[in-house]
């Protein structure tokens, strides 16, 4: 089999996770997965969080998609693409965990970034973290972040329209 055809599903997959990781936080865990995903908006010293539990969620969709396209798993009807899939899932996870828990919250290293997108990636996340509970928010997505200016004035729109309550710290124009 060529090369390029499993590298762009893996491509695409990571890609698509993106997508799948920003609907997710918006809608199951700004929604009814709250209870799961609230200790990692609130102060904790815990080393682990109930969130974690969504990383374990994304794993078992990547293990899925192996035994999908294994034919050690399913024989004949072993579907070839679920192995490259399951591998797209799998970098995502791997980049999520460095650039979510290692760069934004400094769970495995300590840098903070002076310039650049990953500058960028902090303050949109820290953006999110700045409203109080589980209603409005910004900046949703873990690798793609929208400018911290665009992010700023959605919050303070959001403050003003009362959808959101923002932590008096969150500068929001």
Excluded at 48 to 63: H, M, P, R, T, Y
């Amino acid at each position: 089999m060529d090369w390029a055809i499993p590298s762009g599903i893996v491509l695409a997959s990571v890609l698509a996770m993106e997508w799948v990781a920003w609907s997710s936080h918006k809608y199951i865990m700004h929604g009814w997965g709250w209870a799961w995903h609230r200790d990692h908006h609130e102060p904790h010293s815990n080393m682990f969080e109930k969130n974690d539990l969504f990383g374990l969620v994304g794993a078992a969709a990547s293990i899925a998609m192996f035994a999908v396209g294994s034919p050690l798993v399913l024989g004949a009807s072993a579907w070839w693409p679920g192995t490259w899939i399951g591998l797209g899932i799998l970098f995502y996870g791997v980049i999520y965990t460095l650039v979510h828990d290692g760069l934004v919250h400094q769970r495995y290293f300590k840098w903070v970034p002076r310039r650049g997108y990953a500058k960028r990636l902090v303050q949109a996340h820290w953006l999110h973290h700045a409203t109080v509970g589980k209603e409005g928010g910004v900046s949703f997505g873990f690798v793609f972040a929208r400018d911290p200016v665009v992010l700023k004035a959605e919050l303070k729109a959001q403050r003003e329209a009362g959808i959101a309550v923002v932590r008096d710290s969150a500068q929001t124009g």
